[in-house]
């Protein structure tokens, strides 16, 4: 793969998009760009057309590699891109993907170009190229460089090795390519010679059984497939015997569904891990303890932990200044794993990017709210800085207007919004639950109990399941855009 890359691009540093989920294209092509000197930009053929046609485009992409799935996507992607592009497809489709498309260009899998000599690379190129979405509608470009990704590779080992993982070890890989997590699964599992099980579609409908079958050591999820993969007691004490690792990220973790996941895995670690993609993975850590841990929640929330190796944590103000011990404040990353900026945006880099003094370190603002505490003690996770809201002049921290509505209505999902959104912040909050047959008048009722009323929901919404994005998190704009449509008259 990397000799095809090399020799068809025709230039020593391209940019290939992945079009491709979990399968030998994706790993090839990955591992054959990275080999080419090139830059990775993952793809999800699920996307809708236009997307993906708006990232690569913007990428400046001079390859794609297709696996089944993203041949498929082809047919709505191509017409769409305005010039030729150099596809690598399984080498079955080529001659029909030639004849129906005769303006690009095609080359089958398994791919050679003869004679390959690797190029090097430099600490300073480019190694992933990751689209996130953005205010605007236009996908923002994270571009990862191979300091961060090698700094965040061995910061994960040095966390890891005292667990004794290694080739004996078979990793999850349920991230998806464009989630930033998926350098986990991929290249700390390969760093540690273990082996990276892939889950089929099929697979991919019962996780757990999936963990049981494949005998995994290692998994990584977010707290919001947690949550499903834990209904109907699906992690029932002693359940996966055979975990040794055990990773939450991606967005806050509840403490409740940690104590289940420690209940289900005995003899697991369990870790929440922390940090942003412009921050390359992780930032920092906090290891479950079955005793200590539920103490050091807030409103039922596991903490981000504290900084890992080489990694700067600062609590500042809106001035940019440290606030004093004990305060709340945003939260600021800085050290080897923090990304360059954002990818031919310079204006939205000087916002997020920032020196706190004239040749300072860089630090950037991950809008997290966090409450600054002495050195050695786990950071408290208090809510995006965007999930904080004025109701009436009243500052409300969501996070406990959904724990007091998970308390209420029995359940491990709850999810509460600002709305009528207002310039200020919101004239009121609505909250989501999943618990079907729930009575949502009543979980208000309960709610006032522990709640001042400012701070209750004005209605509830019960639902058979979240709405989750392409990564498995909870998609909060979707729930914004269930309450727009019912308000339209």
């Known amino acids: 793969m990397a000799a095809a890359i090399s020799a068809h691009t025709g230039t020593d540093r391209p940019r290939v998009g992945i079009l491709a989920s979990r399968s030998v294209p994706t790993y090839s092509g990955i591992l054959g760009t990275l080999m080419a000197g090139g830059t990775v930009v993952p793809l999800n053929p699920a996307f809708p057309a236009e997307r993906t046609a708006q990232m690569l485009t913007l990428a400046d992409v001079a390859a794609i590699v297709v696996d089944a799935a993203g041949e498929t996507a082809l047919a709505d992607l191509l017409p769409r891109l305005s010039a030729p592009m150099l596809v690598v497809a399984p080498a079955p489709s080529v001659p029909a993907l030639v004849e129906r498309w005769p303006s690009h260009r095609f080359i089958a899998q398994p791919a050679t170009g003869g004679a390959f000599r690797p190029l090097s690379v430099d600490d300073e190129d480019l190694a992933y190229l990751f689209f996130t979405s953005g205010s605007t509608g236009v996908p923002k470009g994270v571009g990862v460089l191979h300091r961060n990704t090698l700094r965040f590779v061995a910061m994960s080992m040095e966390r890891y090795a005292p667990l004794g993982l290694g080739p004996q070890d078979r990793f999850s890989q349920f991230y998806d390519i464009t989630f930033d997590s998926s350098m986990f699964d991929l290249f700390v599992c390969w760093a540690f010679g273990a082996c990276l099980c892939c889950p089929t579609t099929v697979e991919w409908v019962n996780p757990n059984k999936f963990i049981v079958a494949r005998s995994l050591s290692v998994i990584d999820i977010v707290p919001s497939m947690g949550h499903k993969m834990n209904r109907s007691d699906g992690w029932r004490a002693g359940r996966f015997p055979g975990l040794r690792l055990c990773r939450f990220g991606g967005e806050a973790l509840a403490a409740d569904l940690a104590t289940a996941l420690a209940a289900a895995a005995p003899q697991a670690v369990v870790d929440n891990v922390y940090g942003p993609t412009e921050c390359t993975v992780d930032a920092a850590y906090y290891r479950w303890d079955r005793e200590r841990s539920p103490a050091e929640c807030r409103h039922g929330v596991v903490p ?42 310079p204006e939205r880099t000087a916002q997020s990017f920032v020196r706190l003094q004239e040749g300072g370190a860089i630090h950037y603002r991950a809008g997290d709210l966090v409450r600054r505490v002495p050195d050695g003690e786990p950071i408290p996770y208090l809510g995006r800085m965007d999930y904080q809201i004025k109701v009436a002049g009243v500052r409300i921290e969501l996070g406990e207007v959904e724990q007091a509505m998970r308390q209420a209505a029995g359940t491990d999902m709850a999810v509460a919004v600002g709305w009528p959104q207002t310039t200020s912040g919101a004239s009121g909050i609505v909250g989501f639950v999943v618990r079907p047959g729930a009575d949502g008048a009543a979980i208000r009722r309960a709610m006032k109990q522990t709640l001042p009323a400012v701070m209750v929901p004005r209605e509830i919404h019960v639902i058979e399941a979240m709405p989750l994005n392409v990564n498995g998190k909870i998609d909060r704009k979707a729930l914004l855009e269930r309450l727009a449509a019912i308000s339209e008259p």
């Open 304 to 345: 981000i932990g504290c900084a890992g190796p080489q990694v700067g944590l600062l609590v500042v103000g809106p001035d940019l200044n440290e606030v004093p011990m004990g305060a709340e404040g945003e939260l600021l990353i800085s050290g080897p794993q923090v990304t360059p900026g954002y990818w031919k945006n």
